[in-house]
């Protein structure tokens, strides 16, 4: 039988701000979940809700006691997911968090433990892993035409610094890290998927904001030397390119988040004539550009995605028809990433990465 033909799961989501907002709209024109209501902690928000046509619970324990509510989707402020995931899930409810997951490994290891020991499922929202950029570089990565890739470089620049709200604060979970780093980290162990992780080397910057990261820049260092770099800004008034990766026999390159990916192919090693380039200190061939007859270039198209995929696994997944896409083992893995990453920062050394 098809998800459309089926009984829709109820859902509820707790956190009614922007990405709330968010939910409840995905959730209203979704085929497999219906809208319940929402609880947010800010009476104004439950107002809005009502105003906006959605039943905003008396308080987070009525939504928690509605036995037609199955999925639980928590959108508040990063501090508090854990304790609002345990409580759900020890209401028997399935239970998808928003990004990051939880601050710290040990938070996370506690919320798994309640979901194995009740039975109901419990994931992090990697919706990133429907964005169109992320899908053509990971295809770039697998397509075997650029020869052994070494790096893969992700960035995300914007000029406008961390947001003045809870994202500013530490104690909230604030910073670029837990922001952007998060999508961005669990996009670079998607892609390179094929090797374990050796060791993570971080700085992070403090140029806007003294008490959290207003941006990084990771090294993710993988067997066989293939590095995955991810880079986060606030305060980059010229953006370098989202996506660029380097193997022995071509590169690839997404300049702009809505482009297609350029790739381009070597064909041939020996260039018999290289025109050299003149600088104001002498020429140069070895960084001349190639001739144009030994390179081919091609385009990965972007493919089509419907981030709707999402909850249409995690509700398939509650009823036992597959298996839930993001897992334990990969919200764990990408937690110890970032873990590793505030420790680099911290030691300034290299932190060694057992995977
Ligand atoms: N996956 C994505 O693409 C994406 C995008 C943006 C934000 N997020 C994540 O979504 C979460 C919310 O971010 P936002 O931008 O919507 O923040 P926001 O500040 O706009 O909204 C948070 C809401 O949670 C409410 N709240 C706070 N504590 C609460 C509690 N204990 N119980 C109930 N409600 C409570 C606040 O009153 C507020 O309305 C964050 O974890 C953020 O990282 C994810």
Known sequence: MIATEKKKAGCAVIGYGGMGGWHTRHLLESDVGYLCG??????????????????????????????????????????????????????????????????????????????????????????????????MMKEAYHCGKLGKIFEVE?????????????????????GMIYDWGVHLIDQMLQIIDDKKIKSVYCRCENITNKEVDDGFRLDIIFEDDVVGHVEVGTHHFIALPRFYMTGTEGAAIIEDWRDRTR????????????????????????????????????????????????????????????????????????????????ESHRTGAAVPFCD
Request: glycine share 6%; aromatic share 6%; hydrophobic share 35%.
């Open 38 to 135: 929402i609880w947010d902690i800010d009476p104004a928000k439950c107002e809005l809700a009502k105003q906006n046509g959605i039943r905003a619970y008396a308080s987070e324990a009525e939504l928690l006691a509605d036995p037609d509510i199955s999925v639980v989707t928590i959108a508040t402020p990063n501090d508090v997911h854990p304790e609002i995931a345990i409580r759900a899930l020890r209401a028997g409810k399935n239970v998808i968090s928003e990004k990051p997951v939880c601050l710290s490994v040990k938070e996370l290891e506690e919320v798994i433990a309640v979901s194995k020991e009740t039975g109901k499922l419990f994931t992090v929202h990697q919706n990133r892993r429907w964005d169109c950029d992320f899908l």
């Open 263 to 342: 790739c381009i192919r070597n064909l041939d090693r020996t260039e018999y004539e290289v025109k050299p380039v003149v600088t104001a200190a002498g020429m140069t061939k070895t960084m001349a550009p190639r001739a144009e007859d030994t390179m081919e270039t091609f385009y990965i198209e972007r493919p089509e995605s419907d981030v709707h995929d999402y909850y249409r696994n995690f509700i398939a997944a509650t009823r036992g028809e597959c298996e839930q896409l993001v897992t334990h083992k990969q919200m764990l893995r990408v937690l110890r990433v970032m873990e590793s990453a505030f």
């Open 154 to 174: 992700s960035r995300i620049q914007g000029s406008r610094g961390v947001p003045g709200d809870w994202r500013g604060h530490k104690p909230h979970g604030g």
